[in-house]
């Protein structure tokens, strides 16, 4: 392992803008919006900042200008600045894989210079985005045909995790952008049915397959992508036309061979690209053939922008910063458990599915950097759902339930299908969320209104609910680079602060391996001696019994 920078400074819970928090903690905590923005009627405008074309209003936040000094502070001194200059130089920050983290590389212009393990890395980069585009273009263009000679028309990606989870959300969200004469499906699940259902009204002589997997070796991903074969095969008849069918998104060249995939058709990554930060890699080829690859540049360029405003902004007005330290201010002050984020754009609609393994999976961690148990919370659990959806299933719970749900509010002030007057309904519906979380309505309000007494406590609103509004103007690919590019440098300022490698993920091991050795347990043909717990026993008995022997 690396050496580790930051062993030097004392323990998080120590330091003395930690305890300035704590204290200031107590007296703040019960503030309520309603007065802070009373006090301050330039509030709205002044707890604002604007970056890579994103307005970022903070106001509806249960903060005063001290508690953003010492959030600032704490900042300082957990050497955020330090640890950004670290990452974007590409040393090994990744201390327990010792690795670079170098997604910022991925959409570096093309005559950037970053190094990573002593060569500019920014070449190689462009080397393969020019790789995609010419293949992209081909595909969509009706050059690169199936096996048969037929065009191809559907695209399905095979990967799992960050290599499934941002393609399908990019997919998604840039829909409008997409080619919509080729039909874009994505396999991620190892249960048959997300493969059946994905395949059964295609043909296979037009459909080409993404096996995407940065290992090659990642079990949901290379069974499906057998069946795959299997489902070719079965129809084309030829081993041959393996090559017009497949092609592989992976740093693992030999692997992909072994699977029969031409390397010529293989589309390469490298170690530095952690799988859940890797939509704007080769990863994102499936993304590229949907919306071609000028809007993909252009999804990059978003993503840059935001890398620069992170990198160069001073962390007052610095987006990623202050939508980081808020959301350690909620998690370790407050105890708030969760964040809901909550975009007003339907095209969004699989962003919160995305988050969660961008922000769990880096940040669901309970040692530092050193080794050491932590003793203060870390990473929030991350949920959500499209607007205006959620508000008539789950709001109800964060107007009135018991827990403090601090929430994002994404929305765009334009919208891709101008239909009647729906989309000032839906940003009315944005705005008036915000604004009923923040301020609620009193039992004053509720009386006045001739409600009767009985019914009072059930209608009032306590208010104070935090709430960040993040509004563009456009759903362009590039807002959605910037998008995840903020999101992504917030998750490393509260790693960052919490002292923890935001960049691995042991924490998926052990049940991987488990997994592995119940396999032949529930295959073998004689009854397997087990030798697990009594509960996982009977329940691997009961499975056996109950699933009779195979067809
Ligand atoms: O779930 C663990 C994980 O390693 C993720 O971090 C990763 O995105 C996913 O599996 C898929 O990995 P691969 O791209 O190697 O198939």
């Known amino acids: 392992m690396t050496a580790n920078p930051t062993s030097s400074v004392p323990p998080l819970t120590q330091r ?9 903690y107590q007296q703040i905590k019960d503030a309520h919006l309603r007065d802070l923005f009373a006090h301050d009627p330039q509030r709205g405008t002044k707890f604002v900042a604007e970056g890579a074309g994103l307005y970022f209003d903070y106001s509806k936040h249960r903060v005063t200008d001290e508690t953003l ?5 704490l900042a300082q001194e957990c050497g955020l600045r330090e640890r950004i200059d670290a990452m974007f130089r590409g040393d090994p920050i990744n201390i327990t894989e010792n690795r670079s983290v170098l997604h910022v590389a991925l959409r570096a212009p093309r005559d950037a210079v970053i190094m990573a393990e002593g060569r500019n890395v920014v070449p190689e980069v462009h080397a393969v985005l020019d790789k995609m585009s010419a293949f992209a273009d081909q595909v969509r263009g009706g050059a690169w045909k199936g096996y048969t000679g037929q065009r191809i028309r559907n695209v399905i990606n095979i990967g799992i995790g960050g290599s499934d989870l941002g393609p399908v959300m990019a997919y998604e969200a840039l829909k409008d952008y997409s080619d919509r004469n080729m039909t874009f499906r994505f396999v991620s699940n190892v249960d048959g049915t997300d493969f059946v259902e994905a395949t059964r009204d ?3 002589a037009e459909t080409l397959f993404i096996i995407s997997s940065k290992t090659f070796t990642t079990l949901e991903t290379m069974t ?4 795959a074969r299997a489902w070719v095969l079965n129809a084309l008849h030829d081993e041959n036309a393996v090559a017009r069918h497949f092609v592989a998104v992976s740093t693992n060249a030999e692997e992909v061979q072994k699977f029969g995939i031409d390397t010529a058709n ?4 490298w170690d530095w690209v952690g799988g859940r930060y890797s939509m704007d890699s080769a990863i994102g080829l499936s993304t590229m053939i949907a919306v071609g690859p000028e809007n993909f540049r252009q999804m990059l360029a978003g993503f840059h922008a935001m890398d620069e405003h992170f990198r160069a902004t001073p962390f007052e007005r610095n987006l990623p910063v202050l939508m980081g330290l808020l959301a350690v201010w909620y998690n370790n002050f407050f105890g708030a458990q969760t964040v809901a984020v909550l975009p007003y754009d339907h095209y969004l609609k699989r962003f919160p599915a995305y988050l969660q393994q961008l922000t769990m999976e880096s940040n669901g961690k309970s040692v530092t950097l050193d080794g050491l148990q932590v003793n203060y919370q870390t990473g929030q659990i991350f949920w959500g759902e499209p607007g205006t959806n959620g508000q008539h299933s789950f709001y109800q719970l964060i107007h009135q339930g018991t827990k403090l749900i601090p929430c994002d509010f994404i929305g765009f002030s334009q919208t891709l299908n101008p239909l009647g007057d729906h989309h000032d309904l839906l940003m009315a519906n944005l705005f008036a969320q915000t604004e009923a979380l923040a301020f609620g309505k009193t039992p004053e309000q509720v009386k006045a209104e001739g409600t009767a007494d009985a019914l009072v406590p059930h209608r009032t609103f306590a208010g ?9 103007e456009r759903l362009t690919p590039a807002t959605l680079g910037t998008l995840v590019a903020l999101y992504e440098h917030s998750v490393f300022t509260q790693g960052t602060i919490w002292q923890i490698d935001s960049f691995d993920q042991w924490g998926v091991e052990l049940g991987k391996v488990l997994a592995k050795r119940i396999i032949p347990e529930l295959q073998s043909k004689d009854e397997p001696q087990l030798n697990h717990d009594s509960s996982t026993n009977a329940l691997i008995r009961r499975y056996r019994q109950q699933r009779g022997s195979r067809g």
Do not use: V
Request: aromatic share 8%; proline share 9%.
């Open 69 to 73: 000094r010492l959030l600032l502070q």
């Open 202 to 204: 295609l043909n296979p």
């Open 464 to 472: 104070n609910h935090p709430t960040t509004t993040i509004l563009a």
């Open 224 to 227: 499906n992508a057998q069946s």
């Open 16 to 24: 003395p803008a930690w305890r300035a928090l704590e204290a200031h």
């Open 266 to 269: 293989m589309f390469g990554f």
